[in-house]
């Protein structure tokens, strides 16, 4: 069975911060300069974490040639333990603020619409699990700690999924260029899921149909989308400022 990995100062850095319990075995190149890296080493020592000191080119194995920044974890089998959704859900005392990422199969724009959905105060991300990315280390480089951060849901029917949030008061907007209201013209406060596709195909019919409303991000140049973690930032971020007040 491949071994779950985390690499990057931060996403390692989330990582012992928030889930140091997660780690099996941190390896780092013994001759790095970085001060980042030897801040983050100091770190893992005073919190009780040993360090493998390896050469370069078994951290180029170990991440498969991606950029890793001298530093690798191999993750232990508690990585994957959370709350089941419903679970989950019933133990929220704030109104649900979810993202729902149908067919995003690129690791990168995963990992980029994880980092955009934590910034923005997302609670969960759920994605289902055919067409999409799976939780690898280049989604966690890319996400720079919000996969450690976030709750991150695959279910195997995503169409039920949404219909279980329906169920539970929670208002699903779906993102596609068909949408014909605008973003700045729905209301996006209070329990609200967003669902976006992937920027090939665009949401799934039955996805789509499972929407309560169908919205469109204005375009005012001549492309006529955005990269899916462009588009996620930008309405996640349209929500935060209605639901905080703001002008």
Known sequence: MKRSLVYGIHAVEALIKRNCEQVDEICVYGESRNRRLKGLIAECQRVGLS???VERSHLDTL????????VVVL???????K???EQW?????????????DGVEDPHNLGAALRSADAAGVQAVIIPN?????????VRRV??????????YRVKNLVRTIKLLKQRGIWVIGAAEEGEESLYSVDLEGPLAVVLGSEGRGLRRLTREQCDRLINIPMAG????????VAAGIILYEAVRQRNHLE
């Open 143 to 152: 996400a720079s700690g919000a996969a450690e951060a976030l709750p991150l």
């Open 83 to 85: 709350l089941p959704l």
């Open 222 to 229: 001549s492309v006529s989308s955005l990269n899916v973690s």
């Open 75 to 81: 993750l232990n089998s508690t990585a994957a333990e």
């Open 51 to 53: 360090i493998r000191r």
């Open 130 to 138: 055919d067409r999409s990315a799976q939780l690898t280390g280049v």
């Open 63 to 70: 991440s498969g040639g991606e950029r890793h920044q001298d």
């Open 89 to 101: 859900l019933d133990s929220l005392n704030i109104p649900p603020f979810v993202l729902i990422l």
